[in-house]
């Protein structure tokens, strides 16, 4: 069986894009994703297949279909995977397995959100609607919670909570499309509004338009694109509950540590031999405690990690040197897609500014409730530089 | 590379379920599905992932770890795959993909839709709504003017179109799971309400809720299950424009075209070899078009087609024994699955009172607009007896 390899990726820079409709943006990201292939590309020609990862927050381009407008890719499949904040990591998870599966050779992933026509409130929909959002169990008090708990179980301090925020601040200013670059101290952090205790506005990510698109090839068909193609190494998906009453740890997510132990036995590695990581830091603790659920360091020690540099730009494991959520935005669909472009500049050695020092492995990791869902998820990819 | 087999399928009885939440149907589907797998199943250990379908209509639960309360299958990959009206058959597209690709031996697929809690109207804003739905084109009115043309160019007659209505209730009455199980006549067609000329009410699906689950597994595994696994033998999905300005043809629908003859080739065979169809019959003119989309007769023939009674259950290509959606409804997300689970019953002789005579290859369709979408899409599945 063939191999999935990433050959090329397009993005829009992240922000209030007001001035862009959804298709401007699908458009602009695979327009972009075109001019990024090495050795060029004819699409009708050479795509065979799209996935497309959106939650339509906007109800502006819902189906598979809607994307064949935007990239003039007629008469070819095209899938669109919803799976909450998991989205763009899953359509790619998707289109690998279909590259893998030979049922094409060449496979377009893309994703976008437009964040900010939320018109009907849908991401604060997030969660269970009838159960838990009228008790006032919105995205940041549940993470929120996540918080306090670890600060009580491991004496996780507020600024080592904060310094995420700080490192992936300080990230962002280096990459080009982010949304929000500037820097932050932990005293900013710390003085922010209050969102939910102890979670204040700098831990939290901000509301972002974006898109982003990502190319596949098979074994056969990479090197047509790039001589310098990366390798799917390693994916996992998992489902897990989300009701509070079955949390069985609120410190940790049981989906990411499912997700992250299929990857990286799909690739026969550990996290000691990942060099780069996309990680979800939708808040500030959301990283924190997925530096633990990634194995990348103990239970309880993820406070530590950041304090300590290890997951700096210049630290052992570099985590969202891109910025994270938390500088970059999140435009759902787009997401896990960008994180994913993102990982193959840096096995490239094409990462700028952001650029860490030779990495063979990457990873990338989103976790998610859906829309009035019952479930949390999480999607981990390993990608490798042959 | 192994084949992906059908092993099982579970249903609910389709019609007006507000006495049913939305994780009520999901649930009862999948225990069907568990009941109905001949030598037994431990879906815990057995089952590896799964592939969801639904447009969430009604807003009950997105995301494919929405799956995972109704079916207790936590810890377990969920994708939710989302297509229009194709978003069943593209979940079991994408869940046998995932099975030829060896990232799991065994996949529930399960489709859902609660189409009567649709209280933001999202079904009629199916095309685009900034540019058509305000100038009144809605899904009756765009496949009203199917028929006119359909009509004018090919001398097809109302009577033809009521033929398929007539067919399919006739049918419908013979299936349990059925919503509307009543006979009616050409003239009841053409007596009942006018939509949009020249569609009537009896030309019309109902709106329906409904779930509906299948399994499939690989080569090695299907026998586990079944001494009588279904081969999934081919598959095609297209996306084409949908654009009033853009229709290349108002009598034929190219996305049907494309997908068809890529799931032929796949399969090895033609249009000829099949024994019998589960088509798209949202409107009947719709299924009409379709006999010469797929094949079944040449362009122009699909009116004399059903009238001459080669798609009744008796003639030589039995189209939609189970009533179809005119007369078994369509929840948009368990049509599709619903569809391969009738063609999994009829392969298997095991059809009851709507068993054709002997068939070896079933084929399985949908066509459908996004929720604002521009663009159309349809895929096509074919199943073989082994």
Redesign the interface.
């Known amino acids: ?1 063939t191999d999935a390899y990433v050959v090329g990726s397009g993005i829009i820079d992240f922000g209030e894009l007001y001035d862009q409709s959804f298709d401007d943006m699908l458009e602009s990201a695979y327009l972009d994703l075109l001019e990024d292939v090495d050795h060029g590309i004819d699409p009708t020609a050479d795509i065979d ?1 799209a996935w497309y990862g959106t ?2 927050i906007a ?11 935007a990239t003039g ?12 904040c998991a989205t763009g990591s ?1 359509a790619f ?2 289109a690998s ?2 590259v ?4 094409c050779e060449v496979a377009l992933v893309i994703g976008a959100e437009k964040m900010l026509d939320d018109t009907e409130g849908l991401i604060a ?1 997030a969660a269970l609607e009838r159960l838990w959002r009228g008790r006032g169990v919105t995205m940041p008090a549940y993470f929120g919670m996540r918080a306090t708990r670890h600060m009580e179980e491991y004496g996780t301090t507020r600024e080592q909570i904060a310094e995420v925020s700080v490192k992936n601040h300080e990230n962002g200013t280096k990459y080009p499309h982010a949304h929000q670059q500037f820097e932050c101290s932990v005293e900013d952090v710390e003085n922010s509004p209050t969102v939910s205790y102890p979670l204040n506005l700098y831990d939290c990510c901000p509301v972002t338009d974006g898109a982003c698109a990502v190319l596949i090839a098979s074994e056969d068909r990479a090197r047509e694109f790039t001589d310098d193609p990366i390798r799917h190494a390693g ?9 509070r009453e079955n949390d069985r740890a609120l410190t940790n997510f ?2 990411t540590r ?2 992250s132990s299929r990857a990286y036995e799909r690739a026969g590695i550990g996290p000691e031999d990942v060099d780069v990581a996309e990680v979800h830091d939708c808040f500030s603790i959301t990283e924190l405690v997925t530096y633990e659920d990634l194995g990348f360091c103990a239970d309880g020690e993820g406070g530590r990690f950041v304090e300590e540099g290890y997951s700096h730009l210049d630290g052992e494991t570099p985590v969202n040197p891109s910025g994270g959520l938390l500088s970059k935005g999140h435009p759902i669909g787009a997401t896990g897609v960008a994180q994913i472009a993102e990982i193959y500049e840096q096995l490239r050695g094409e990462a700028g500014a952001i650029q860490v020092d030779d990495p063979s492995i990457g990873l990338q990791h989103n976790i ?10 999480s999607c981990v990819n390993l990608l490798e530089r042959p």
């Open positions: 069986m297949a939650i339509d109800n502006e381009g819902s189906s598979g279909s809607s994307v064949a407008h890719l007629f008469e070819k499949p095209i899938t669109r995977v919803e799976n909450a899953d998870r998707n397995q279909a893998r599966a030979d049922d929909s994916w996992g998906l998992s489902s897990d509950t989300f009701q049981p989906a499912q997700a998610g409730i859906g829309r009035n869902a019952t479930g949390a998820v």
